[in-house]
């Protein structure tokens, strides 16, 4: 039923209907507009999200191959130290794979406290010495004679080791050579942790090197 108003001639419905229709239609566009933008802000944040996924998928790549790296030199160390342990026990080093089974079969069983090292293992008082299957090749070998003369001046680990201050590789002095005890070392060392990434797989291609050139001279396979 029309509600006249009383001041002029119509129906008062009538005359605010418009207004009522406009306000609701720009609330509205009001409404869709904010939505827009609240959905465009989240579209961008998961464009960063999925970017910085990518750069992290990307970087813990790296830094596996580069663990990669690093356990394969450590292997080539440990190899040539106890390379260095058989010719100073006076055994070939053609045993060295048979020995390192009889090693690591004896030491699975024991706590980690009560292991004992390769060294040890060969040494006078070591298990090794009452093997049956390695009795003969100690009594067969004979520690190997220092030279004689002038003993050579070994780096001090001041001048052998690298400086790690400011990440910098090309502080190492090329001419001072680490002896495989000394790249272990440094390996496991905060001067070497402390590298760029990219000074970390220059020092370790550097070590790996120097390492397989020892290995050589001391007849590794």
């Known amino acids: 039923m029309p509600t006249n108003c009383p001041h ?107 292991r004992s090292s390769f060294a040890d293992f060969l040494g006078p008082d070591g298990e090794a010495r009452g093997m049956v299957l390695l009795a003969h090749h100690f009594a067969a070998g004979q520690p190997a004679e220092q030279p004689t003369g002038a003993p050579a001046v070994a780096p001090s680990r001041a001048q052998a080791l690298p400086n790690g201050n400011g990440g910098a590789i090309g502080q190492t002095p090329r001419a001072a050579r680490l002896s495989v005890s000394q790249v272990q070392e440094y390996l496991a060392s905060p001067a070497f942790r402390q590298l760029p990434m990219a000074d970390q797989r220059s020092k370790l291609a550097e070590l790996k090197g120097q390492v397989a050139a020892e290995s050589r001279g001391t007849g590794i396979p």
């Open 8 to 114: 002029c001639d119509g129906d008062i419905q009538t005359a605010i209907d418009p207004v009522i229709k406009q306000r609701l239609k720009t609330q509205q566009k009001k409404l869709q507009s904010e939505h827009t933008t609240r959905l465009e802000g989240q579209q961008r944040e998961i464009e960063l999200l999925e970017r910085r996924a990518g750069e992290l998928a990307t970087a813990a790549a790296s830094v596996e191959g580069l663990q990669a790296e690093l356990q394969g030199l450590r292997a080539t160390v440990q190899q040539a130290e106890r390379v260095e342990v058989l010719r100073s026990t006076g055994l070939a080093t053609e045993l060295l794979g048979d020995i390192q089974t009889l090693y690591d079969s004896r030491q699975a069983g024991k706590p980690e406290g009560e």
